[in-house]
């Protein structure tokens, strides 16, 4: 039993071929994420309806996602910085994204005892925008250190398995999470669980101090005033990189412009409670499990961008369908599908991510890549607050699906692998 547990937080039992320090950091990231995701699973599904309880309007609501990018925005750079100069990607982590970050869930669970509205709404926008900020500024940081923890060849396995606990604790944290917010009410149920995500945190940033760092080869800064030039000439050499930012921007932006409304849409709209909207998160979740372990193994046998263009040109369909709900009820296939297909192309497009920025400089191009995707969550966040309050929910939803169709499409057309990179699978 004790082996089988060991197989299950490596990936499988392929792992049994690698050496013992590498298989005990893939179990110590296995528990790292699933702790992660019990936290952040809290946060995205129940800090809209915590800042409607507390009175913030739609634009408010708005304005606390594009906030929110724009800070993450400001911070990857930095954070990229950071790893090519200081080269502890790890203590990165744990102080940013393990340290700060985490510590705003525990002030977001107390704001409501400090201040009273209006105030209030706005100290839990700051906090919240903290948060993220800081998690972003560990963010490059993360994705250069994950690249040297993962084996290549065997990451879509071992992300297939470790997204399917992410997503089992996530159902059943989302669950729990409702239940516990209609029986203690609002906003006290809300502060709850908080507390529970910030301890939850907690056991995440402890998991992650466990992995052993793999050499980090250092890049040698550039000489002042040269950065930006050096820059600009490596990117002409990464036509790839820079066609996949492209299309990602116009992706993250027409997904903002729904993406902060669909609670809020259920509460408000469709006279939902808090329990009702954490069952139907919940479906998300349950049918990403079967997901994870499909689109895990055809991202290492067909190669993730394939994987991300097939659920990409299918996604656009979900915001359509939310346009015609009238009942709590009609959410239910729409969050199966969706649950399903953000699985994969979540899983295929972190793959093909790391596949197209150049080893050595991962850090730097997650900072780039992180810009482009949060100054369009930004734009996106701040234009559906707009057409929400103008025009109503089923235009943000008409509007957003519409905006991924065409980004999927330009991403079937112009983002494409040269040869010589397509890998075949184990």
Request: net charge positive; charged share 10%.
């Amino acid at each position: 039993m004790r082996r089988r547990a060991a197989q299950v937080t490596a990936g499988g039992r392929w792992s049994d071929e690698l050496p013992p320090p590498v298989r005990r950091n893939l179990r110590w990231f296995w528990w790292d994420g699933v702790f992660a995701q019990a936290s952040d699973t809290i946060i995205l599904s129940f800090l809209s309806l915590f800042l409607l309880a507390l009175g913030a309007s739609r634009a408010q609501i708005g304005l606390l996602s594009a906030l929110s990018s724009l800070s993450a925005a400001l911070l990857v750079l930095p954070g990229a910085a950071l790893v090519e100069r200081w080269g502890h990607r790890k203590r990165v982590c744990l102080l940013s994204g393990g340290g700060v970050s985490r510590l705003m869930l525990l002030f977001l669970a107390l704001a409501p005892l400090l201040l009273r509205a209006p105030a209030v709404v706005y100290l839990v926008i700051a906090l919240a925008v903290i948060r993220d900020a800081f998690g972003n500024l560990a963010l490059p940081a993360w994705t250069s250190l994950t690249a040297d923890v993962v084996p290549l060849q065997w990451r879509g396995r071992y992300f297939g398995s470790r997204n399917l606990a992410m997503g089992g604790v996530g159902i059943l944290v989302t669950y729990l999470a409702g239940v516990v917010i209609t029986a203690a009410g609002s906003p006290a149920g809300y502060q709850w669980v908080l507390g529970a995500a910030f301890i939850f945190g907690l056991i995440s940033t402890f998991s992650f101090s466990r992995i052993a760092e793999p050499p980090f080869q250092r890049v040698k800064p550039a000489e002042k005033g040269e950065g930006v030039r050096l820059l600009l000439r490596e990117l002409r050499g990464q036509p790839l990189f820079v066609a996949l930012c492209a299309v990602t921007a116009l992706w993250n932006l027409s997904l903002n412009v729904a993406g902060p409304f669909f609670n809020i849409y259920m509460v408000e709209q469709l006279r939902a409670t808090a329990t009702v909207v954490g069952v139907l998160n919940g479906l998300s979740g349950l049918a990403a499990l079967p997901a994870q372990r499909v689109f895990g193994v055809l991202a290492d046998r067909w190669g993730p961008r394939r994987v991300q263009m097939i659920t990409g040109l299918l996604i656009p369909l979900l915001p359509f369908a939310w346009a015609l709900t009238r009942l709590p009820w009609h959410v239910v296939p729409i969050n199966l599908a969706g649950g399903f297909l953000w699985a994969g192309y979540s899983l295929a497009s972190f793959n093909f991510l790391l596949e197209v920025m150049p080893e050595g400089r991962r850090a730097l191009y997650t900072a780039l890549y992180q810009i482009v995707v949060t100054a369009s969550l930004a734009g996106g966040a701040a234009l559906g607050g707009l057409v929400a309050t103008q025009w109503g929910y089923a235009a943000v939803f008409i509007l957003s699906g519409a905006g991924r169709l065409i980004a999927a499409l330009l991403f079937a057309r112009f983002v494409r692998l040269p040869r010589q990179m397509i890998k075949a699978g184990p």
